[in-house]
């Protein structure tokens, strides 16, 4: 019984010391396994609710394939055009007796300017309307002698004296005719010549060339003007000179032809256009640059000779081949990485990291990270770029 006993408590103590183990065994936490790594797309990935796209400005494009053309930046001086700038003066002597356009006016073409009095050419005048007089009367006298010696009342002699006196006085009025001519007198205005005339015959205007305005004016009433000197300057502000200084660099670049844009300080918002239409020959030792001349409407007057501009030239390089591009808005700098934000849907934009290349106009080449076609955040690149960073701050917190 005593044995029994024994080797029952032996039993029961072998058991309950085994059930100990496996309950231990149950009760121990396995070691935790190492967490997986997040993919680094996973980490680039912006997500905007419906509400916040609504609200932001995002603007999406695709990357396109084309040749890219390069700017040239240059320093620009507006000046009029020099083939639509006219210097106005008397072609005759003479006293001004009237002026009848300031400074800053409007003219259109054969407006008068001023009025000037010139005793020179009233005796031209005066001199003209005398041999158009004689002129007429010899020319009926030849006329009747002709008449008379068909009629064999008068002689030959008295015919021929009768046409030598007619050719002399044509001969003077025709040379009459021709220094009003030089003085500036048209056919109309010598039509319009007789003694009865309401003006006397000593004045006469000075008329604009062509329509624009006057940008400069030098006389005064009682004031003497001599032929060489310009009293007005006539400049047609319709089209300007835009000049350039192109660097040495830069003029394989530049063509006759080739559109340029053009900014100004008084105008930021305002972008006008013109084309080149002359490179200099010649090459400035000491600034190593070249004259280029671009030519540019000016329809609403908003550009002024003398004003400081800044032209781009697009440039495309001859034989350039076709490549990668996007436009430069797009292009952000995160964590020391060029990175653009491409669209995938449902408001969600990834980071891509790319190499870029050339720039200009606007656009840069993509060398590596990005295909042809996949749409990319153009414009709210940088809203994204900052909810992206705020994220990455939130996640370390």
Request: charged content about 25%; proline content about 4%.
């Amino acid at each position: 019984m005593d044995m029994r006993h024994f080797v029952l408590s032996c039993a029961l103590t072998l058991s309950l010391l085994t059930s100990c183990q496996r309950s231990e065994s149950v009760n121990t936490p396995e070691a935790a396994s190492p967490p997986t790594k997040e993919p680094a797309e996973a980490t680039g990935v912006v997500r905007l609710s419906p509400a916040a796209l609504r609200s932001l400005t995002l603007k999406i494009a695709p990357v396109e394939r084309r040749p890219l053309t390069e700017d040239v930046r240059v320093t620009a001086v507006i000046k009029p055009n020099e083939n639509r700038l006219a210097h106005v003066g008397p072609r005759i002597a003479g006293r001004v007796v009237e002026v009848r356009k300031l400074l800053g006016d409007t003219v259109k073409e054969g407006d008068v300017l001023a009025v000037l009095d010139s005793v020179e050419l009233g005796k031209a005048k005066a001199d003209y309307l005398k041999f158009q007089a004689l002129t007429s009367v010899q020319e009926k006298n030849y006329q009747r002698a002709r008449r008379l010696f068909e009629q064999q009342i008068s002689s030959q002699k008295e015919v021929l004296e009768a046409e030598a006196a007619y050719l002399s006085a044509k001969a003077e009025f025709e040379a009459a005719h021709a220094t009003l001519h030089l003085y500036g007198l048209s056919n109309k205005d010598t039509h319009r010549l007789t003694w009865q005339a309401k003006e006397p015959i000593s004045q006469f205007p000075l008329r604009s060339p062509f329509s624009g305005i006057v940008a400069e004016k030098d006389l005064t009433i009682g004031e003497v003007m001599s032929p060489e000197r310009s009293v007005y300057t006539i400049a047609d502000l319709s089209t300007l000179w835009i000049q350039l200084d192109v660097y040495e660099k830069d003029l394989a670049k530049v063509q006759v032809g080739q559109d340029v844009g053009l900014t100004t300080e008084s105008y930021p918002q305002e972008n006008f256009h013109g084309s080149v239409t002359y490179i200099g020959s010649l090459l400035n030792e000491a600034t190593r640059t070249a004259l280029a001349r671009v030519e540019i409407p000016n329809p609403q007057g908003l550009l002024k000779p003398g004003m400081f501009a800044t032209a781009i030239i697009s440039a495309q390089e001859h034989g350039a081949t076709a490549g990668l591009i996007i436009q430069e808005s797009a292009v952000q700098r995160v964590e020391e990485e060029t990175v653009v934000f491409i669209s995938r849907g449902d408001g969600m934009f990834s980071k891509r990291r790319v190499v870029l290349g050339k720039k200009g106009d606007g656009w840069v080449e993509i060398r590596e990270g990005m295909q042809e076609g996949e749409q990319v955040v153009t414009e709210g690149s940088f809203t994204l770029k900052s909810e992206l960073l705020k994220a990455s701050l939130a996640g370390e917190e």
